[in-house]
């Protein structure tokens, strides 16, 4: 059993800054589960350009309102509190935070590794046999 408080990992090499979001990753591929979790600020009226090859990532939106735009057909999302996307290989998109951050709860699989380090080989561990 893995029980962390969110103020526990904030302020560590956990907790990651980047222009127009920051990350506190709950858990990473060390922590074997599977699959990382990470609680991800995204900045007021930041646009961000995103993708990783070969990741499943679902995030879920627990305040904030802003948007995302797929890159693969141009469609455009609305997203506020209580808005749950899920992107498969990691849909390149474009995620925009409106006038106020956007507080998001984020799982990979394959895990992140570290600070923003991604497992790119395509493997899915919680989908192995």
């Not at 995302?68 to 290989?89: C, F, H, Q, R, W």
């Amino acid at each position: 059993m893995i029980v962390r408080k969110l103020s526990d990992v904030q302020g560590t090499e956990k907790h990651i800054h980047s222009k127009g979001w920051d990350s506190v990753r709950m858990l990473l591929r060390d922590d074997k589960m599977g699959f990382s979790f990470h609680i991800t600020t995204i900045h007021a009226k930041a646009e961000l350009h995103m993708h990783y090859k070969n990741h499943l990532e679902s995030v879920y939106c627990v305040s904030g309102k802003g948007e995302i735009e797929s890159k693969i057909d141009g469609k455009v999302y609305p997203i506020e509190a209580g808005t749950m996307y899920a992107l498969n290989l990691h849909d390149p998109h474009i995620l925009r935070a409106f006038d106020e951050p956007m507080i998001m709860a984020c799982v990979f699989n394959p895990p992140v590794t570290g600070a923003e380090v991604h497992d790119e080989t395509g493997a899915y561990p919680a989908l192995a046999d």
